[in-house]
């Protein structure tokens, strides 16, 4: 069955300390994996995708493959980056189009 | 563009009676989804339309839920009778075939039951 699975609900840590949220897959094939972020009273919008490969804010997001994980890591935690971050996931376009969608993890950095 | 648009925004109201959450997609987006998202359940997806027809229903938690796309720009959520268990935060997002699967959100509805 596919799943994401974002083990964390909430992660605090400090302004200026590197931050991983995890994130884990369970899918048959070759899925598409997101980071979508909330940020507070904003809208939920992408963050990144692992086939884009960018780093976004300074964060970056590898899939690997054999451990089926996709963490979501910032080197330099910075106050802005509290939000909600929910790590999503979609088998290819020419399928089921919705996304599998994690629990979610709420970030807060501590000055 | 402005995006996706919910309307209301806010909206409270008694158990009992009918709500209608509203969604207009970006314009020429072909696909269009409803979200729930609560604290205890994260984010559920309650519905997904392609080119105005509903695929898939599965995430509608009971009969009390209805939606409906009767065109490529308007959608509604309705809850009737509503009962305290469904406050939530109600998105509505769209996306276009093509473009990656990524959905474009909008800034939701908060739903108070009393």
Redesign the interface.
């Known amino acids: 069955a596919q799943r994401v699975t974002q083990p964390e609900k909430l992660l605090s840590v400090f302004k200026g300390a590197p931050v991983e949220l995890k994130c884990n897959y369970s899918y048959s094939g070759s899925p598409?994996l997101?980071w979508y972020v909330q940020y507070s009273r904003?809208?939920?919008?992408?963050l990144l995708?692992h086939?884009s490969r960018e780093s976004i804010k300074g964060f970056t997001a590898d899939l690997n493959k054999g451990e089926t994980s996709f963490h979501l890591k910032k080197p330099f935690a910075q106050e802005e980056d509290s939000a909600m971050y929910?790590c999503a996931l979609?088998g290819p376009?020419d399928s089921?189009?919705?996304?599998i969608?994690?629990?979610?993890t709420k970030l807060i950095i501590k000055p | 563009d402005a995006g996706v648009i919910q309307s209301p925004r806010h909206e409270v109201t008694e158990m009992g009676q009918e709500v209608t959450l509203r969604c207009k997609p970006i314009s020429g987006h072909d696909y269009l989804f409803w979200y729930r998202q609560t604290m205890m359940r994260g984010l559920e997806l309650l519905i997904y339309f392609n080119n105005n027809v509903p695929i898939d229903d599965s995430g509608m938690p009971e009969d009390r839920f209805s939606a409906k796309m009767p065109n490529a720009s308007f959608s509604t959520l309705k809850i009737q009778p509503s009962e305290p268990r469904d406050s939530a935060v109600y998105f509505c997002a769209s996306s276009l075939q093509g473009t990656g699967n990524e959905q474009f959100f909008g800034p939701g509805t908060r739903l108070t039951v009393l």
Do not use: D, V
Not at chain 1, 96 to 99: F, G, I, P, R, S
């Open positions: 598409e997101f904003q809208r939920l919008q992408l995708r086939i929910y979609s376009e089921n189009y919705q996304l969608w994690g629990a979610g």
